[in-house]
């Protein structure tokens, strides 16, 4: 079983680098320009992707000039939000994109795409698909999937973006 959850895991982060590496680029220039014009990057995480804003605030290399989302925050034209759920039509992730969106807030999503009126990548600039809808392994009983890896895809995407940010960042300040 770990051999077969390690093929998929390969084969899905691969998916998500070439099928996804435009929606990363362009993710990763609008966040870069909040470091670049002195804001924040906020993170604003849900369930289980809790982990990613872990990883970009206390991680053993923080991503540059980003912080937790707090309702308490005031965000101005320079900031940038990073919305991260499991899946895109999360109402609760929506209904904070929808708040973004009215105030002209840019932000990007990244979840698993379920289609849908008004879905987190119908509403954010840009939105990354994880690619994980479903789980990965056939489960014991006919039609079950199990082995949901929903956060180690939004790791890796996370990851992506930080290493172009900082290649941005490295870029403008030479």
């Known amino acids: 079983m770990i051999k077969m959850f390690t093929t998929q895991l390969t084969g899905l ?3 998500i680098s070439s099928k996804q590496e435009f929606e990363i680029e362009d993710s990763s220039r609008l966040l870069a320009q909040a470091a670049i014009g002195e804001g924040t990057i ?9 982990g ?9 290399e923080p991503l540059p000039s980003a912080a937790r989302y707090h309702e308490d925050a ?12 499991r899946l895109s039509t999360d109402e609760e992730a929506v209904t904070f994109a929808r708040g973004l969106a009215e105030k002209g807030i840019p932000s990007v999503g990244i979840s698993g795409i379920v289609s849908g009126d008004g879905s987190l990548e119908e509403i954010c600039d840009f939105h990354v698909d994880t690619k994980v809808i479903k789980g990965l392994l056939p489960g014991e009983e006919i039609g079950e999937r199990v082995s949901f890896p ?15 940010i900082k290649e941005i960042l ?5």
């Open 13 to 15: 982060f691969q998916r």
């Open 42 to 50: 906020y993170i604003q995480a849900f369930g289980e992707m809790e």
């Open 52 to 60: 990613v804003a872990a990883e970009a605030i206390s991680g053993a």
């Open 74 to 85: 005031e965000l101005t034209e320079a900031d940038r939000v990073l919305i991260v759920t």
């Open 150 to 164: 929903s956060s180690m895809a939004a790791l890796y995407i996370y990851f992506a973006l930080s290493f172009l």
């Open 170 to 174: 490295s870029e403008y300040e030479e």
